[in-house]
């Protein structure tokens, strides 16, 4: 609810606090007061634009704060205020609205500088104000289509519609993502399995190309190595002239193995000269092979050579090495297998969309029903207030066409009015008189006061044309709303002030050569004087006596 409204500097109040509470709240004085002022600053805090000559006389600004103690926040208040960056507490919010003297304005919430646009969108959740064309969430249609689901007992299946609807969406634009892809896939696919065969081609192994690299350094160096290898070759080669190392040694090593036969103490020696005479002939025959490898044909470096330049042109396309090239050879393939299997995926999402749409449809169409038997009830019981509320002839409607199938359902859904017999009915948007649109207002609270989760409503002009027992009509309604809602209202009339349970008077004073407006709770006996001037519109015993009669009467 509305806790503090704090007015700065604007119109004609200098510095004026007003603390507001529960149930029912009244304003009262004389006009030209500046009740109007109090409506006018609390919807700049609800995102009414600003003007320059709101600012008072010789003050640089005008500020308004206003401070809502709230039981919980909403789920779309707590998402806004998120998205804000605002922090806040779950108990209490601290709006804030500045208008300078040159027209700019700025506001704040919890202190954090928002766009003043932010404003509107939480008196959706904070105020709803009747009287003013300014802040009537009920005259916007998709309010009243949600008020209608809520009297209904119909948000579940709302929002079973909405799921639907929303994969519904998706699905469809999955469908139409890949449908405009065709063309320009076609193309690209093309191209990818250009790239694919040209790596393919290539038979890439990881690791190649540093291998490569080492055998073209061999290759290289071959003149030199074989040169090497054949001298060594033919350093142990058996000539007529001169035996072999091998030889040599061989012939040494049965000599020493023929002593060893003879003395044990050579066995040792004689092992060792086996093992070096092994040792030996291995080397010579590895050097050998070595010296017969076809490694060193020297045609094998043009091969190499020409294998490496594929290879290095390959990673200029396609990565910095073989693994990468590789890595993107895997990337191409899924695409062009996503691309390739495209119909299938359609013809699946096709199916799916069409079993979405029956199961969003045959929801909406449950929806649709449920909400048109509770239009036809509401239509009564609306009607009926309205006439308690002098407004005889009135017809109150709930108008529902069928539109294309969409989040909320197949239902357009606007509130109807014809004020007169015999009057069109119209879109309650377009009633002219602010009394009016006051009742009608009071009446749809009245009705829809459990289904309604805004916590303050403010009627200003909700007195206009009426009196006598229609005035004690309204009265008790309003009495009646503010069991369930915070209610400020504006008024002339003693019956709606009388009902009150918070009774501030508006008075304009003039104070060192300058008016300003002042505002305060009235006790007990000041009431009665104020009821007494509403009544009559001057204070006698007779006067007083019908005030105080007019205050027990709406208290019992």
């Known amino acids: 609810m509305l806790d503090t409204l704090r007015i700065q500097n604007y119109a004609l109040i200098d510095d004026m606090e007003i603390q507001f509470g529960p149930g029912f709240n009244v304003l009262t004085g004389e006009t030209g007061a500046g009740k109007s002022i109090i ?40 998402s806004l205020l998120e998205e804000q960056g605002v922090e806040w507490d779950d108990s209490e919010l601290h709006i804030t609205r500045i208008v300078s003297a040159e027209g700019r304005s700025r506001a704040y919430i919890q202190g954090t500088l928002v766009p003043i646009g932010i404003l509107s969108q939480l008196g959706d959740d904070l105020v709803d104000m ?40 998706a699905l469809e634009r999955e469908i139409e993502t890949l449908n405009n892809a065709d063309r320009e896939s076609a193309r690209r696919v093309e191209f990818l399995k250009f790239e694919l065969g040209e790596i393919d081609q290539a038979h890439l192994e990881p690791g190649e190309d540093e291998e490569l690299q080492s055998r073209r350094n061999v290759i290289n160096n071959a003149e030199k190595i074989f040169s090497l290898v054949s001298q060594a070759c033919q350093t142990l080669a058996d000539t ?15 000599d020493i193995e023929e002593l ?14 086996g093992n070096v005479q092994s040792e030996l002939q291995s080397l010579t025959d590895e050097i050998r092979s070595i010296a ?39 990337e191409i393939k899924d695409e062009i297998d996503s691309f390739q299997n495209k119909d299938k995926r359609l013809e699946e999402l096709n199916l799916q969309q069409e079993s979405r749409r029956e199961k969003a449809q045959k929801q909406a169409e449950k929806l649709s029903k449920q909400r048109k038997k509770c239009a036809s009830s509401l239509n009564q019981q609306i009607t009926h207030v309205l006439q308690e509320l002098g407004m005889e002839g009135a017809e109150f409607s709930v108008h529902i066409t069928e539109k294309d199938l969409g989040l909320h359902g197949i239902d357009h859904v606007e509130f109807l009015l014809a004020a007169n017999p ?17 009742r009608v207002m009071l009446a749809l609270k009245a009705v829809f006061a459990e289904a309604d989760r805004i916590p303050t409503l403010i009627f200003d002009e909700i007195d206009a044309g009426i009196g006598g027992s229609v005035a004690n009509q309204v009265a008790l ?72 009669s007019l205050l027990n009467e709406m208290a019992s």
């Open 130 to 169: 009747h009287g003013q064309h300014d802040h009537q969430s009920l005259l916007k249609p998709e309010r009243q289509r949600d008020l209608l689901d809520a009297l209904a007992g119909a948000e579940g299946l709302r929002d079973s519609v909405a799921t639907h609807v929303t994969a519904l969406h």
């Open 292 to 330: 017969e490898s076809p490694e060193f044909d020297p045609q094998e470096l043009d091969s190499v050579n020409s294998r490496l330049n594929l290879i290095r042109e390959l990673k200029r396309k396609y990565g910095d090495d073989i693994a990468r090239i590789l890595a993107y050879r895997a």
């Open 260 to 273: 060893a036969s003879t003395d044990a103490s050579f066995q040792v020696l004689s092992e060792r000269f």
């Open 39 to 78: 409506v006018g600053a609390l919807n700049l805090i609800l995102g009414a634009r600003a003007s320059s000559d709101a600012v008072r006389h010789g003050a640089k600004q005008a500020k308004i704060d206003a401070i809502f103690s709230l039981t919980a926040f909403s789920p779309s208040l707590k």
């Open 422 to 438: 015999g009057e069109p009915p119209k879109a309650m948007r377009n009633v002219a008189s602010g009394g009016e649109l006051s």
């Open 240 to 254: 007529e002239e001169t035996p072999t190392t091998l030889d040599t040694l061989s012939s040494a090593a049965r």
């Open 477 to 548: 309604k309003l009495k009646s709303l503010a069991s369930t809602h915070q209610t400020l209202c504006i008024t002339h009339l003693p019956q709606i002030a009388a009902a009150a349970t918070s009774h501030y008077h508006v008075a304009k004073t003039s104070e060192k050569g300058k008016t300003i407006t002042r505002i305060q709770r009235i006790d007990e006996k000041t009431r009665i004087e104020e009821l007494a001037r509403l009544l009559d519109g001057t204070l006698t015993d007779v006067s007083r006596l019908h005030a105080e």
